[in-house]
């Protein structure tokens, strides 16, 4: 297995792992380490994406990391507010 292929096995199972963990819905800590395992994904996939000249695909997880980034802040980060 070459590592282009490491890197994406690694890029989709870890996002299927930071789907389940957000989905979980098991509390803000759960939430933004899903988030942060998000992040971790997106960087493979723009990493494989640009090593395979794949566009779309490195266009859509430079959106999804921005995103994910927002996430691990609002969970992770920021105190919440209480309304």
Request: net charge neutral; proline share 0%.
């Amino acid at each position: 297995m070459e590592l282009l292929d490491i890197l994406k096995w690694f890029a989709s199972i870890s996002g299927i792992i930071a789907a389940f963990m957000v989905a979980l819905d098991h509390g803000r800590k759960t939430t933004g380490w899903g988030f942060a395992l998000f992040v971790a994904s997106s960087i493979a996939w723009i990493t494989g994406a640009l090593l395979d000249d794949e566009t779309a695909l490195l266009s859509q997880n430079l959106v999804l990391f921005g995103i994910n980034i927002f996430g691990v802040y609002r969970y992770l980060i920021r105190k919440k507010v209480d309304a």
